[in-house]
């Protein structure tokens, strides 16, 4: 679908004309007004040990490999946003796989390499999946989730980009990774800048802090991921409610995460090979041997260790012990979460990515023993973290983020164009 099409079936004309007027006056004719944008948006950021990533599409990219190599240099990311910022989800699978190719070719010229995709648009169909994975890119971060905190101000405007996007509800499912053919997708947060200024009509800091700063308090309450998105040609606009995000979840216990994505891809996978080996060690008492990658985090409720552990949230301790190491906790039932042999596979996959310890019995053997899981929706998700949350057996299970963190924030933002010939190229396919 032709750029212009795609742009006035997601914002309407009216919005579109609106857009392209704002769109003046926020680019140059060089790229020395976005320079000065993403500088204001690194600094910031780096105030707070925050570094973002900046899905970007290749032919700005290749238009500006100066500007992009000094902003990798500095600890940012960049990120295929399609080659050209077209809807890939009226793509054959043959034509994505071009546009990938290309991509990473523009990338490796550059001295670079691209580890993730987002698609324009957020849109996608059922071949991307395979079209990014099968070029050996690591995550996907163009599924949209929407978050319930717009606080009474949803417009129609806004209720028409989150279908247009194909979002989520984040009451319908958890905002965090999900691994999915071999490749991490990583969760897009809306309402993003644009929702917030463009959308809900929101003109001043005030209001647009209250509610990011909604959305980071209630992932922090769930331990799930933020994805912030930020599009560089407005931070100035959204300056001062980026910062007080950054400033509240720095002060947030336990800690936030605050990660790029391709940190968050790396961790996801290799969270997986964390594994916990619990065996009765006499009555009443169970030994416990755990290993992972740096960083794996053990928590632990309803039991008493014979180690130090530290208070966590939600009723959970953070046991002391290091991967490798071995400790006994004093408890009646075993630690981990019984299945019983019928649960679904994908009930038992969602809960290993979740961190839980699944082990399948016929008939109850530990504390917390879960049946009638045969059928498994992803609508099911989120009724059953709270199922095994509000029980009251003793239970083991990793943290979903490292280092004892209970949430995670992502800093991002597409880079469709940086000078507004950029902009205006993207109309007629260049």
Not at 168 to 193: F, G, K
Not at 372 to 386: K, M, Q, S, T, V
Request: hydrophobic share 45%.
């Amino acid at each position: 679908m032709h750029s212009l099409a795609v742009a006035l079936r997601g914002k309407g004309v009216r919005k579109l004309v609106e857009r392209s007027t704002r769109i003046v006056s926020r680019y140059g004719l060089t790229v020395d007004r976005l320079a000065h944008e993403l500088q204001l948006f690194a600094t910031l950021a780096g105030e707070f040990q925050a570094r973002p990533s900046f899905p970007i599409t290749t032919v700005v990219l290749a238009r500006h490999l100066n500007l992009i190599r000094r902003w990798h240099a500095a600890g940012v990311e960049f990120a295929i946003h399609g080659y050209r910022h077209v809807d890939y989800s009226t793509l054959p699978v043959e034509h994505q796989i071009t546009h990938v190719r290309a991509a990473q070719a523009a990338f490796a010229q550059a001295g670079l390499t691209a580890r993730g995709f987002r698609a324009p648009y957020l849109r996608f169909n059922p071949v991307t999946l395979g079209a990014i994975q099968g070029q050996g890119l690591s995550y996907d971060a163009s599924p949209a989730l929407a978050w319930p905190v717009s606080n009474g101000r949803n417009t129609p405007a806004y209720q028409r980009v989150l279908e247009f996007f194909g979002a989520r509800s984040t009451n319908e499912q958890p905002a965090v990774p999900w691994i999915e053919d071999d490749l991490v997708r990583i969760p897009y947060s809306l309402p993003d800048d644009e929702s917030l200024i463009e959308r809900l009509g929101m003109t001043t800091s005030e209001a647009m802090s209250g509610l990011w700063l909604g959305v980071l308090q209630l992932s922090h309450a769930r331990g799930e991921l933020f994805t912030l998105g930020l599009h560089p040609e407005r931070t100035s606009l959204c300056l001062e409610a980026l910062r007080a995000v950054l400033a509240a979840a720095s002060a947030m216990r336990p800690t936030v995460w605050l990660a790029r994505l391709d940190e968050i891809a790396d961790w996801w996978r290799e969270r997986r090979v964390a594994q916990l080996n619990v065996w009765a060690d006499g009555a009443g008492s169970f030994r416990v041997h755990y290993s992972g990658p740096i960083g794996t985090t053990l928590l632990m409720r309803g039991a008493t260790a014979r180690i130090a552990t530290l208070p966590w949230a939600d009723g959970y301790a953070r046991v002391t012990a290091s991967p490798g190491e071995s400790f006994n906790i004093e408890s009646i039932h075993s630690p981990l979460l019984g299945l019983a042999p019928d649960t679904a596979p994908a009930a038992v996959e969602f809960l290993r990515q979740q961190g839980y310890v699944v082990e399948i019995n016929p008939r109850p053997q530990t504390g917390v023993y879960l049946q009638g899981l045969r059928d498994f929706a992803d609508e099911d998700r989120l009724p059953l973290l709270a199922r095994i949350e509000a029980s009251d057996g003793p239970l083991l299970r990793f943290g979903r983020w490292p280092n004892g963190t209970r949430s995670a924030l992502a800093l991002t933002g597409d880079i469709d164009a940086l000078t507004i010939w950029d902009y205006g190229l993207r109309f007629i396919g260049g």
